[in-house]
């Protein structure tokens, strides 16, 4: 079925450490990924994407790393900072078909001082 | 504020009543996504939309529910004769084309069925 999904619903780190969150696709097919941060109250903020043609893409303090072999896609945050903390979300789109971002059930990140 | 514009951001409306939300995209963006949110779940997309068309409506439950993205004015999610299943928040997203470009969502409208 077509599905993403998210390996941990929460985690917790300290301000100044690294995070990675993960998430696992169903759908092969599938050839473009994309990121989200959800603060409370507020709706989707894109933060990076990247095609199935790419194994890696680096952002702005993020890398988001893309494993088809596995059906894997994680997205790293280097120096986390507390204004990280929210709920993350992949989302993905099929090829072709593709219009519809299918949604996974999101990380919550909690980043202490 | 260039960015996506739901309003309203909260709207309560009793059972069978008409709820309306409204979404103007992104400027120079003419493709309109809507997507619905339940508490502590992940996005569920709804209907797709172009300048006038309806592309794409798989996700739109068959009935009391409608979307149109006129020429001219904001797109509309309609919802008939709404029940309390019908609560949630709805986000509406945009882009410059379809397929492959990133999608910019608005902070949604917060629909509560009393």
């Known amino acids: 079925g077509e599905s993403v999904g998210l390996h941990l619903p929460t985690l917790s780190v300290q301000e100044g450490d690294n995070s990675i969150i993960n998430c696992a696709y169903s759908?092969?097919?599938?050839?473009?990924f994309i990121w989200y941060k959800q603060e409370s109250g507020k709706g989707p903020q894109f933060i990076i994407d990247?095609?199935?043609?790419?194994d890696k893409r680096q952002g702005q303090r993020v890398t988001v790393l893309l494993n088809k072999t596995v059906k894997h896609l994680s997205l790293q945050i280097a120096a986390t900072q507390p204004g990280d903390s929210a709920v993350y979300f992949c989302?993905?789109?099929?090829?072709?078909?593709?219009?519809?971002?299918?949604f996974g059930k999101g990380t919550t990140l909690s980043v202490s001082s | 504020n260039a960015g996506v514009m739901q309003n309203p951001r909260h709207l309560v409306r009793r059972r069978g009543q008409e709820a309306r939300l409204r979404c103007s995209p992104m400027?120079?963006?003419?493709?309109v996504y809507w997507y619905r949110q339940l508490p502590e779940e992940g996005l569920k997309f709804m209907v797709y939309?172009?300048?006038?068309?309806?592309?794409?409506e798989s996700g739109m439950p068959k009935e009391r529910f409608s979307a149109e993205f006129p020429k001219e004015g904001p797109s509309i999610l309609r919802i008939q004769q709404v029940v309390r299943g019908d609560s949630a928040a709805y986000f509406c997203?945009?882009?410059?084309?379809?397929?492959?470009?990133?999608?910019?969502f608005g902070d949604g409208t917060r629909l509560s069925i009393l």
């Open positions: 997203a945009s882009s410059t084309t379809g397929g492959d470009q990133p999608q910019h």
């Open positions: 759908n092969s097919a599938s050839d473009y």
């Open positions: 990247i095609r199935s043609n790419m």
């Open positions: 989302a993905e789109i099929l090829n072709q078909a593709g219009t519809a971002l299918i």
């Open positions: 400027k120079g963006h003419s493709h």
């Open positions: 939309l172009q300048k006038e068309n309806i592309i794409d």
